[in-house]
């Protein structure tokens, strides 16, 4: 792992002897890299991270999954960002392809997490309308958090009846049946969750953007080409202007650029 910017003298520390690929950082190192903003007088407010993956033409899934074009660098970051986090804001059909299961705890980062006043392991908190879920899976059955479900005040009674029985806490974040992803901050920050990641799908990344409430964006660029109509890493509605976000930092390793960008 490389960093390219910003340069400083920790870039140079990072570099293998001769300038060859740089060394694997270590947790620790990833975590510090990507820690989140420190809170200000007023408290922790709040801030809203993605983390998404994109080919070089700008797929963000190849046959509807990411996997295929993450690495295990990738990996590793994907695996420190939730362990920063409070909660994983995922949306349902997300949930749905990629079979998501609870986040599970990590002992390199227990220590941390108590200390910074957090659970062992985020929670997941599943966007969706239709609460159209499978309340069998582990994600419902056997989280070390109960799974929040963020709805809107229109759902369906008995689908709400059915994830309160499944051991789900259901929060209101919406009128009608749609989610305010502003509403769902506030909700989630409420319940004292205030380091929140999103990792899509690209449906709730563009909701989250339109709504300008995405405070950053950490951005996995893969040295691969899938050509296809795969979905871009955000969708959903347009916005009147371009949201402008400004480059924080840069890793490097093996052709993959790790970025983060921050709303400016």
Do not use: K
């Not at 509807?64 to 420190?80: E, T, Y």
């Not at 056997?142 to 799974?147: E, G, K």
């Not at 840069?250 to 052709?255: A, I, R």
């Amino acid at each position: 792992m490389r960093r390219l910017f910003p340069v400083t003298d920790v870039t140079d520390e990072t570099a293998a002897p001769g300038g060859e690929d740089g060394r694997e950082w270590s947790l620790a190192e990833l975590a510090a890299a990507y820690a989140y903003p420190e809170p200000g007088p007023g408290g922790r407010e709040p801030w809203l991270r993605g983390n998404m993956v994109s080919t070089l033409d700008g797929a963000a899934q190849h046959d509807g999954r990411s996997q295929p074009i993450s690495c295990p660098a990738d990996m590793r970051i994907f695996g420190v960002l939730r362990a920063l986090a409070d909660v994983v804001v995922v949306g349902a059909e997300t949930v749905r392809q990629e079979g998501y299961r609870p986040a599970r705890a990590r002992a390199e980062f227990a220590a941390a997490r108590e200390a910074a006043g957090q659970g062992p392991a985020p929670a997941i908190a599943v966007v969706t309308a239709s609460l159209d879920l499978d309340f069998s899976l582990p994600l419902f059955t056997s989280p070390l958090l109960p799974t929040l479900i963020l709805t809107g005040a229109g759902a369906a009674p008995d689908r709400v009846a059915a994830a309160g029985r499944a051991g789900a806490r259901v929060v209101t974040a919406g009128e009608g049946v749609a989610v305010d992803p502003a509403r769902a901050v506030r909700a989630l920050a409420d319940l004292g969750h205030t380091r929140l990641l999103t990792e899509g799908g690209p449906r709730l990344l563009g909701q989250t953007v339109a709504a300008g409430v995405l405070d950053e964006l950490c951005l996995t660029v893969s040295p691969m080409l899938t050509a296809g109509d795969a979905q871009r890493i955000a969708g959903g509605p347009s916005v009147t202007l371009p949201r402008r976000y400004t480059l924080n930092s840069v890793l490097e390793e093996d052709g993959f650029l790790f970025t983060r960008y921050r709303r400016a």
